[in-house]
């Protein structure tokens, strides 16, 4: 019979944070040696996760990231690597584990924080298309790039509008949308893309903010309009504005 340890439940913590299933309950704490946690309120229990580096504070061999140890165990063994069933497991839980700071940021309003996480993930499935044992393990996670995509142009669009303006904001949401069209082109479903209900609610996103700052066309979108009717000398001249506007902002 397993031994009880005494003292070591958390009811009274659980007790203090009600679970609520129709919202994400997150709260940025300090530990007792002074580093910032963050914690999330599920039905069972509750998350605590780092802010920095991998969100459980492991460190594989050192590294940052299970992503960095793998790049250095690739470079290691050469282009014929392919991940094994435990590093692929190792894979999903780090995959896993950023979903959720991610969820934890976005609830916070920490959208560069967001950003940061969906790009580890990003980077992380680009990285395992070089390296996935089969085509089968690799599309049971290319059918998520789509909502880190989602997650990654909200948090860009909203961190654009607090630290820039609204017509930047609009550019983080056009650029999402051109990133989610190539991903539907890549896999032959261009004919879903504009029913998919992220694309609507991001494009929703877009012409709110269009209507509530009264935004017209984004010099970018005047430069896409000018090159397709042909308007070179336009096209041109909004290229010119563009790179000023990116030098001053640099």
Known sequence: MARRAKQKDIDHVLRAWDYDPGEISVRLVQAADGRDVLQMRVDMGILQLETEHRPDGWRPSGCESYFDYLVGLTIHEGDDF??????????????????????????????????????????????????APNQEWLDTHEQYRPFVLFHRTQAGALAALEESSPEQAIEEVNLGLN????????????????????????????????????????????????????????????????????????
Not at 94 to 101: I, P, T
Not at 233 to 245: F, G, S, T
């Open 82 to 131: 392919s991940l094994d069933e435990d590093q692929c497991t190792e894979a999903d839980r780090e995959l896993a584990q950023f979903y959720h700071r991610r969820i934890c940021w976005l609830a916070l309003r920490e959208y560069r924080r967001a950003m940061r996480d969906a790009d580890h993930n990003l980077a992380f499935m680009d990285f395992l298309r070089q390296i």
């Open 179 to 250: 990133r989610l069209k190539d991903f539907f082109d890549q896999h032959d479903a261009a004919e879903s893309y504009e029913d998919d209900e992220m694309v609507r609610r991001l494009i929703d996103l877009r012409e709110t903010l269009r209507e509530q700052y009264s935004v017209g066309p984004t010099l970018n979108e005047k430069l896409a309009e000018a090159v397709a009717a042909e308007q070179y000398e336009l096209a041109a001249k909004l290229r010119d504005e563009i790179a000023q506007r990116d030098k001053r902002s640099a």
